[in-house]
């Protein structure tokens, strides 16, 4: 990891605390550099990256304003995982297996996952509680070429974090698709749904390596009332 990016994810990581609050002013960039010892142009780059993510704002002559975040928002564009969205925001969570099995590829799951017809795969199905409510269900397809091994104790930790740090996988980009769905069966015998839901929030994703191999189909359904899915975006002017 570049000097700026570690530098990125720490005052990231105090901006998602409220350790510098929404409205307030990061410190400046001569503070920074001495506070964490690092050059003027690593301070600089990881600042940019924080504006570009909508984090803060520059104001001329004043600094660096921190802008109003909601917490348990879901980035839309971003490749984050759910234990590091709860590491960040420092909420109280659980992640329980709901099912671990090999399957093979039948068309219909060809059809939607991407995978190859006949090709083996785990399906982990995966239920995140949040505030001693279960509130969110994932369904994971991981073709099993890529990951042989696989595990509830790893289930109920972090993917993520076994793909990366023990089987060394690049994990780079998703394709994703966000619906409004119809409850399912399965949504309210294992989410702690209100009594008026009818529809949940749906992310699908196609999740794929550094050398463009697709390794991952995941089904992501949010109770509707306590998430908030989030991009951010900024206009840059264009020549007529």
Known sequence: ?????????LLENRILKEQVKPGEYLPSEHHL???Y???????????SLLMANGYIQKIQGKGSLVLKREQLRFPISGLTSYQELQHSYGYD???????LVKRVVTPELAEKTGFVLDS????????????HAKVIL?????????????????????IYRYFEQ????????????????????????LLDLNQNDHHIAAINSRVFL?????????????????FRFYDFARRNPSTY
């Not at 990891?1 to 994810?9: F, G, L, N, P, R």
């Not at 550094?210 to 306590?226: L, M, P, V, W």
Request: charged content about 35%; hydrophobic content about 30%; glycine content about 2%.
């Open 1 to 9: 990891m570049k000097a700026y990016e570690s530098m990125y994810q």
């Open 33 to 35: 550099c001495q506070q």
């Open 37 to 47: 010892n690092v050059s003027r142009d690593t301070v600089r780059k990881a600042l």
């Open 93 to 99: 969570g659980r992640t329980v297996v709901e099912k």
């Open 120 to 131: 083996s795969v785990w399906e982990l199905v995966r239920t995140r509680e949040i505030d």
């Open 138 to 158: 994932d369904r994971d397809y991981l073709l099993c070429s890529v990951i042989p091994y696989l595990d509830t104790e790893i289930g109920e930790d972090s």
């Open 166 to 189: 023990e089987l060394h996988l690049q994990i780079a980009f998703a394709e994703k698709e966000i619906r409004i769905d119809q409850l399912r069966d399965e949504d309210r015998r």
């Open 210 to 226: 550094a050398n463009a191999q697709q390794f991952q189909y995941t089904e992501s359904r949010h109770r509707i009332d306590k």
